[in-house]
Structure formats: structure tokens, C-alpha cells
């Protein structure tokens, strides 16, 4: 059976007061805030159980909100973009945070931004927009440079990275002359902005980005090591491993003969990807191949998780218990 999208169960959870009043619940259990309450509202005349609101991540949350959002604005002009639409997308965002939901709007226009919806008046071409489960959004490409010219680099670049992975890197087989084009065409529409907000931090983000980024967590990684001097950055770097196969490792540093691994929990923690594997036996494996690794290379191999890729000083201080020092 096809899976059902992330947009389609979404939309499933959605409830009007009017539906919810059909559905027999009470109008007094609708004007309910808090802990009391069975039914959030995310948007005038829009709610979702509590539960389902409760228990989802931001990311999550805001898919509902773009579907509300879109709804109550049926007949509007108006196209997803930004970060809304990157979300609609499923491209990784880095520490995303609830939000308006933001949207395009023609130049002639002029509505005004409010509580729930941030309106962004600039021009589309037929090329820009797409559907994505019957919303109108912004393409991809027009998502991630919206994304990499309002959003911190940490942000964009995980953003960035991920849409390029999508481009470039089809099961672990990577396409640098893909990523090349990619890249160009990116590069081409910064041109065309030039003089707009932010076309400088995203003429940077477009030359720096790399599909061969896995987590948002090894984007930061590598900005991070950018930030504290380090050039010379291998992604994914091969291992012949002991029985035939390749280790890869996130990031080389060939400066100082370093590995950096970004070590989230979500690998030990998450039972899909532990694959049926006690969380003892998935940190036994990755010991074997950490010992191999060091062992065939004669190179460190550093590891980290979040909080220390928050900032290029967290990073630095985490090299540095290994003995690893930024290049003069």
C-alpha cells in the first residue's frame, strides 16, 4: 500500500468548529484553554485534539498551521514559501521553532501580515510554484534561496543541504556534476537578486552547501569547523571496512588528521532505525567500527551531538578534550 503523505494525515486532523459542532462536541468545550481543554485552536475556527497538538514536534505543528492557514484563505491569492514551504517540502530545518506561517503575495497586493500568516510581497514566475498535496508553494529551488537569504546560516545551510542531497545523491551514490549544475542555477538566481536583502549571506550558503550532508546536525558541523578555520573538509569519507565494505565517516579533517562524527541520540533511541537491535548491540557495532577505523587510518576520530555544534566555541572546546586545535 502507497504511504499516505505527511500534508495528507495532516490535513486529517484538522477540524472546523462547524465540524466538530456536527460531531456533537459542545461549544463550551471549544472555548476550553489549557490543560482542561480537549481541542486546540491553531487558527481562528480551526482546532486539533490536544493530544495530537501536545505530542507533535514544531516542524509537525507548523505543517498544521500552513493546512489551516491555506484553508481559511481559499480563493486568496497567495503561494507557501520560506520556511512554510520548506516544511511542505520535508527538507531538514535546523532548530526550528514555531512560527507564522509565511506566504508570497503579488507585488499589487499589498495584504497586510498578521497573527497567524507573515506575508512577503515579490514576484513568481510559473517556474516558482508548484503543488504539493493540493497547497500552491514555492518550487524548491525558490524555497531554499527565500530560506538562504532570511534565515541564519545554521538554518539556511541545513536547509540547503538537504535539497541538494535530493539533487545529487541517489543511495550513497554521489553526483558532483549534478551538484555543479545545481549549484550554478542557484548561483544564477542570486545574480538576478543582487541588490535584494540578504542576496550576499545567500550567495554564500549556495557556494558552501554539499548534498552529501546527511543530518542537519553534520551541516552545523561543518559550518561550525568552518567558522574555527578549518578549509580542507572531506564529507563522507570512506573506510575500507574488514569485511568487504565501506565505513564512512561525516567529516575529515586532513589539517590535523581528524575525524568528526556528529553523534545524534536518535540512532540509539529510535527503535525504526535501531532495525529490530538492542541499544546495547547498536553502541557495541558502532565501538568495532570506531576501533576499526582508527586503527586502519591511524587518525582521531572526535564525536559530538547537538550541544556541541551550538556555537563555533562549544566545538572548539569539544576538539579540544580530544587534543584537536583549530589551524593557526
Given at each position: 500500500m502507497p504511504v499516505e503523505s505527511k500534508v495528507a494525515t495532516a490535513r486529517r486532523s484538522l477540524f472546523t468548529r462547524a465540524e466538530?459542532?456536527?460531531?456533537?462536541?459542545?461549544?463550551?468545550?471549544?472555548?476550553?484553554d489549557g490543560d482542561r481543554a480537549a481541542w486546540t485552536r491553531i487558527q481562528p475556527g480551526v482546532y486539533v485534539a490536544r493530544d495530537t497538538w501536545v505530542s507533535a514536534r514544531p516542524v509537525d505543528r507548523h505543517r498544521l498551521a500552513?493546512?489551516?492557514?491555506?484553508?481559511?484563505?481559499?480563493?486568496?491569492?497567495?503561494?507557501?514559501?520560506?520556511?512554510?514551504?520548506?516544511?511542505?517540502?520535508?527538507?531538514?530545518?535546523?532548530?526550528?521553532?514555531?512560527?507564522?506561517?509565511?506566504?508570497?503575495?503579488?507585488?499589487?497586493?499589498?495584504?497586510?501580515?498578521?497573527?497567524?500568516?507573515?506575508?512577503?510581497?515579490?514576484?513568481?514566475?510559473?517556474?516558482?510554484?508548484?503543488d504539493v498535496d493540493g497547497i500552491r508553494c514555492t518550487s524548491i529551488e525558490r524555497t531554499v534561496f527565500d530560506v538562504s537569504r532570511t534565515e541564519t546560516r545554521e538554518m539556511a545551510l541545513s536547509c540547503v543541504d538537504g535539497a541538494l542531497r535530493r539533487a545529487a545523491v541517489e543511495r550513497r551514490r554521489f553526483r558532483a556534476d549534478v551538484q555543479d549544475d545545481w549549484r550554478q542555477r542557484l548561483q544564477e538566481r542570486?545574480?538576478?537578486?543582487?541588490?535584494?536583502?540578504?542576496?550576499?549571506?545567500?550567495?554564500?550558503?549556495?557556494?558552501?552547501?554539499?548534498?552529501?550532508?546527511?543530518?542537519?546536525?553534520?551541516?552545523?558541523?561543518?559550518?561550525?569547523?568552518?567558522?574555527?578555520?578549518?578549509?580542507?573538509?572531506?564529507?563522507?569519507?570512506?573506510?575500507?571496512g574488514p569485511r568487504g565494505s565501506d565505513y564512512f565517516v561525516d567529516i575529515g579533517l586532513r589539517q590535523v588528521r581528524t575525524f568528526w562524527e556528529f553523534d545524534g541520540e536518535v540512532k540509539y533511541r529510535d527503535v525504526a532505525m535501531r532495525q529490530g537491535r538492542s541499544i546495547e548491540d547498536v553502541m557495541l557495532e558502532e565501538k568495532r567500527r570506531e576501533d576499526w577505523i582508527r586503527g586502519v587510518t591511524q587518525w582521531r576520530l572526535c564525536r559530538g551531538g547537538f550541544a556541541d555544534i551550538a556555537t563555533p566555541e562549544t566545538l572548539a572546546a569539544r576538539l579540544s578534550a580530544f587534543g584537536v586545535h583549530p589551524p593557526p
Open positions: 466538530l459542532r456536527d460531531r456533537g462536541v459542545p461549544e463550551a468545550e471549544l472555548r476550553k500552513v493546512l489551516a492557514a491555506v484553508d481559511r484563505a481559499r480563493g486568496a491569492e497567495g503561494v507557501v514559501s520560506h520556511l512554510s514551504a520548506a516544511v511542505l517540502h520535508g527538507l531538514p530545518l535546523y532548530r526550528f521553532r514555531e512560527q507564522r506561517v509565511q506566504m508570497v503575495v503579488p507585488r499589487s497586493a499589498h495584504p497586510p501580515s498578521g497573527s497567524y500568516v507573515r506575508r512577503h510581497t515579490s514576484a513568481l514566475s510559473e517556474d516558482d510554484v508548484v542570486v545574480a538576478r537578486a543582487r541588490g535584494q536583502r540578504g542576496v550576499r549571506d545567500a550567495s554564500w550558503v549556495v557556494e558552501f552547501a554539499d548534498g552529501r550532508a546527511e543530518l542537519p546536525g553534520e551541516s552545523v558541523s561543518r559550518l561550525q569547523l568552518y567558522r574555527l578555520g578549518f578549509r580542507d573538509l572531506d564529507l563522507q569519507v570512506a573506510v575500507a
